[in-house]
């Protein structure tokens, strides 16, 4: 049996619905910041985030009440800084399987932590770290899912879809988000128990375009390549025409497949 601490539900007990606000990644990083303790699990979901910030400074548009826009907090001290790619796989992966009970086959994960249904975006990831000397002191894990939009501004058309797209029906965004919250939960409090065992071999087994030779964008160039690895730090290994390369975020682009 497991020895975990949390016998009952802690990711999303203490849930703080808030209609309207810039972004729920701020919200509980000024909730932080304040003197009031606020409790590892606490998750601020918002109705309309008129302000979503998404990875490297980009926007994160998500229409109002048809969306999960959500942030968690978490405090994995347990982790080094150096390990936080644990982290990154395990709520990507728990992310993964929450959906995958509604949607299905079609679902993996594009490195390092967007969630893809076939070629199209339908959630992303952006987990901001609060470091103090060697230790993780806290982390907001801000999460976007495109639940029940069904159309998209024409920028987002090729490269966004949404859960209503792939089953043609409405998805009740307070059930879906309290399936999510167990599976992070779960997830948490295996790494948390120091079970890493298999995470990242799970991780590889969703990664989108692994092991597929095809088109990519190196500083502005096409080349080929192919999905090889990710190191336990979370930098991606490809094979290329000049050999084995190592990439970090941002460093390459993927390249939306053709439509046949
Ligand atoms: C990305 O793929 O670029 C990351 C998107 C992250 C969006 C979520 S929505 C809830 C939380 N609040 C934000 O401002 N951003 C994250």
């Known amino acids: 049996m497991q020895n975990n601490t949390f016998s009952t539900l802690f990711v999303g007990q203490n849930l703080i619905k808030l209609s309207a606000v810039d ?4 919200f509980l990083k000024s909730m932080l910041s304040n003197s009031e303790p606020v409790p590892e699990g606490t998750v ?3 109705e309309n985030q008129y302000q979503g ?9 998500a229409e109002p009440g048809k969306n999960l826009t959500f942030s968690l907090y978490l405090k994995p001290s347990f982790l080094l800084p150096a390990e936080q790619f644990i982290l990154n796989m395990a709520v990507s992966l728990a992310l993964c399987k929450s959906l995958q009970e509604l949607t299905g086959d079609g679902l ?3 490195w ?3 969630i893809y249904f076939q070629d199209k ?3 992303g990831m952006l987990i901001e770290s609060t470091l103090s000397g060697n230790t993780i002191k806290s982390c907001v894990i801000g999460i976007g899912i495109n639940v029940n939009q069904q159309v998209f501004e024409a920028g987002l058309l090729d490269s966004a879809g949404s859960i209503h797209q792939i089953l043609h029906r409405d998805v009740n965004l ?3 988000l309290a399936q999510i919250c167990s599976q992070i939960e779960a997830a948490y409090l295996k790494i948390r128990n120091g079970n890493y065992e298999g995470l990242r071999e799970e991780y590889l087994e969703q990664l989108y375009q692994f092991n597929l030779k095809t088109k990519y964008r190196q500083n502005g160039e096409i080349i080929e390549g192919e999905i090889i690895d990710v190191s336990e730090r979370g930098l991606l290994s490809m094979k290329t025409r000049d050999g084995i390369m190592t990439y970090n975020f941002k460093e390459i ?5 053709q439509k046949k």
């Open 253 to 257: 682009e993927f390249i939306k497949p």
């Open 44 to 46: 601020i979901m918002a």
């Open 23 to 26: 972004s729920t990644n701020n």
């Open 108 to 110: 993996s994960i594009k």
């Open 112 to 114: 390092p932590n967007d």
């Open 174 to 176: 307070v059930e879906l």
């Open 53 to 61: 910030r998404g990875q490297l400074e980009s926007t994160w548009h």
């Open 121 to 123: 975006k339908i959630g």
